[in-house]
T-cell receptor, first 112, second 113 residues
Framework: GENVEQHPSTLSVQEGDSAVIKCTYS??????FPWYKQELGKRPQLIID?????GEKKDQRIAVTLNKTAKHFSLHITETQPEDSAVYFC???????????FGTGTRLQVFP | ETGVTQTPRHLVMGMTNKKSLKCEQH?????MYWYKQSAKKPLELMFV???????ENNSVPSRFSPECPNSSHLFLHLHTLQPEDSALYLC????????????FGNGTRLTVT
């Protein structure tokens, strides 16, 4: 079936370093790719999303890149801070069913 | 205020109990969802309602029964659950089904004993 693969499952970085999380999707018709952040004990919250008509989108320290040919997209966090520590989920939509398929999540730890 | 409110936050129930989870959204969205979140698994979509019409998900056991009385409220009725149903159940809403950001509630942590 259609799925979204996400790597790595865990990521540890030093404060100030960059973090990159990658996702691969299988439905070539997918055109909406959101990223969610879930802090411990809290609900997932959208941090950034991208649609297939652009290749990159940036919001302050967060950026997402999309490669439609290779069917993968990535989240980039620069100048990481301890409060960036959380689980990050990527997702891609299935156009024919209007469903969002989520990746398995990446636990990011930022050490001071 | 998240815009999506879920109750209760925690629920412990026996396998023979019947309980209901409640979700309310104040965002004027047209779609509402139930997701199941288990450890080390992707978020699993259980049910979707779009403009109060249910989109079936055949992989969900019949012991889970959704109800959407209007576009602002969503329920998940539970009966004769199994211990493996213990998880965080998240409600979400979006303006357009599948193509706009999801707004999640805080979830109900369910434990089946």
């Amino acid at each position: 079936g259609e799925n979204v693969e996400q790597h790595p499952s865990t990521l540890s970085v030093q404060e100030g370093d960059s973090a990159v999380i990658k996702c691969t999707y299988s439905d070539s018709a997918s055109n909406y790719f959101p990223w969610y952040k879930q802090e411990l004990g809290k609900r997932p919250q959208l941090i950034i999303d991208i649609r297939s008509n652009v290749g990159e989108k940036k919001d302050q320290r967060i950026a997402v890149t999309l490669n439609k040919t290779a069917k993968h997209f990535s989240l980039h966090i620069t100048e990481t801070q301890p409060e960036d520590s959380a689980v990050y989920f990527c997702a891609a939509n299935l156009v024919d069913t209007d469903k969002l398929i989520f990746g398995t999540g990446t636990r990011l730890q930022v050490f001071p | 205020e998240t815009g999506v409110t879920q109750t209760p936050r925690h629920l412990v129930m026996g396998m023979t109990n019947k309980k209901s989870l409640k979700c309310e959204q104040h965002l004027g969205h047209n779609a509402m969802y139930w997701y199941k979140q288990s450890a080390k698994k992707p978020l699993e979509l259980m049910f979707v309602y779009s403009l109060e019409e249910r989109v079936e998900n055949n992989s969900v056991p019949s012991r889970f029964s959704p109800e959407c009385p209007n576009s602002s409220h969503l329920f998940l009725h539970l009966h004769t659950l199994q211990p493996e149903d213990s998880a965080l159940y998240l409600c979400a809403s979006s303006q357009v089904r599948g193509r706009s950001p999801l707004h999640f509630g805080n979830g109900t942590r369910l434990t089946v004993t």
